[in-house]
């Protein structure tokens, strides 16, 4: 008896080994739209439009309400390609929607608490790598009962034409 249970405790000790975590094989990348989960790149502002418009009137220049990050013309703005291929970004997460093969759209659904969400296309290369973000944010505010409807658009990187 005494045997067989030193036969089995090197039993174990052998398998334990043979399937510890150092010996497996990596995982395969993660890839979402030809953009690898947990991936990062930086863009520069070249594009903002902000604007405004009580219902029924025109559009007229303003700045970003709250909710909505403020980005300056020049500046440099990070991504992250996120673990279920989300675009993050300061002040917002965008979930992947579909991918050409020229760019990943990223929209989000509409809720009772966002009902226009925010939508982002990122622009790639014939290699798959982001070289432009283009992003909208749309957000309608009450403000005495007239609702005020705020479109800000920005634009990073090389944009199409």
Known sequence: MRILLLQLLAFVTLSAHVCSAEDRAPRPPVIVGDLMVGS??????????????????NPEPAVPP???PAFALGQTISFKIGKKGQLIGPGFKIPFHSESPGSNTYVGLPTRKVPNPPAAVVFKDRFGQPIGVGIQFILTKRIDQIPITYSVNYGMGLLPN
């Open 40 to 57: 990062s790149f930086n863009l520069p502002l070249v594009f903002v439009n902000c604007s405004a418009s009580v219902f029924g009137q």
């Open 66 to 68: 709250k909710g909505v």
